[in-house]
C-alpha cells in the first residue's frame, strides 16, 4: 500500500467522513420525504408513479452507498485487527447468496453458490465481511453481460478458508490489475459511471487485512475475473460480547444498498422492496 503523507491522512481520516455524515443525515430526509409522497400504498396501486418512485429510491440507495464508503475512508489508514466473533462461515456466504440471488436474476446474470462442505466455524467480523462479498458482487454483476454468470465460493484450505467471487464478465485490462486496490486517492485515475470512485476495492483490501487475511485479483481481458479473500481458517479464543449488530448500511437495506450501482430502476419496485 501507497505510504499516506499528512494531507492524505486528514483527508481519509477527518475531511471525507465528515462530509458523508452530513451527507447521510440529508439524504435521510430525502428518503423519509419520498415515502410520504409516494407511500406504498399508492404505488402498490399506480404503476406509473411506482415507476418513478422507483427511480428516486434507486439513486438514494446509490447515493447511500456512495456515503457509506465516503464515511468508511478512515478505516484505510488503519492497522488495527477487526474484533472477531466465531461463526459458520459457510452458512453466512449461502444467506448472503440467498438474499442476492433474485437481484442477479432480475438482471439476466445468474449467481451461483458453492462450497467443498457443509460448514466451518472460523472467527470473522460480519458486517465487515458482508460489506466486503457485497462490494465484490456488485462488481461483478456491474461488469458481467445479460446471460452471463457470477459465483461464489467457498474453498476450505488447512490455513485460510478462501470466499472467491468470479464473473464471466469484460475482465480487466494488465495495466489496470496492478493498481485497482490504489485508486482512491489519485484523481486522475477516477472513474466515469458506473464505474465509480475505487473506494470499494481500497476498503474491501482493508477488511481482509482487519482480519489478517489478503485480497487477490485475477483476470485477463475478455475472461472475467476473480476475486480471492482469504481469512485465517482458526477460531476466537476471546469472549467478545456486542450489545446490538453493527449496521454500516444505516438501517438501509444492505443488500440493496451495496448492489444499486448495478441495478436497474425495476429493482426499486415496490413489489420488489415488500
Known sequence: ???????????????????????????????AAANRIAPASARENDPALDQSAAVLTMSCHQILRLVGNLSAVSELVQRERFALQNDDIVGFCRALYERAEPLFDLCGVALRFSADRESRVIAFHAPMLERALLNLLSNALKFTPKGGTVSLRVRCAERFVQLIVSDTGCGIEPER??????????????????????????????????????????????????????????????????DRRYDYAGGYDHVLMELSDALPSGAFLQKYLD
Not at 10 to 23: A, F, G, H, T
Not at 208 to 236: C, D, W, Y
Open 177 to 242: 490489475l496492478d493498481r485497482i486496490f490504489e485508486r482512491y486517492l489519485d484523481t486522475e485515475r477516477i472513474d466515469p459511471v458506473p464505474h465509480g470512485l475505487g473506494v470499494g476495492l481500497s476498503l474491501c483490501r482493508r477488511i481482509a487485512q482487519g482480519h489478517g487475511g489478503m485480497l487477490v485479483a485475477q483476470s485477463a481481458v475478455g475472461e472475467g475475473a476473480t476475486f480471492t479473500l482469504s481469512l485465517p481458517n482458526v477460531r476466537s479464543t476471546e469472549l467478545s460480547l456486542h
Open 1 to 31: 500500500m501507497m505510504p499516506f503523507d499528512e494531507k492524505d491522512l486528514r483527508l481519509l481520516s477527518d475531511v471525507l467522513p465528515n462530509i458523508s455524515s452530513q451527507l447521510r443525515s440529508s439524504m435521510a430526509s430525502v428518503f
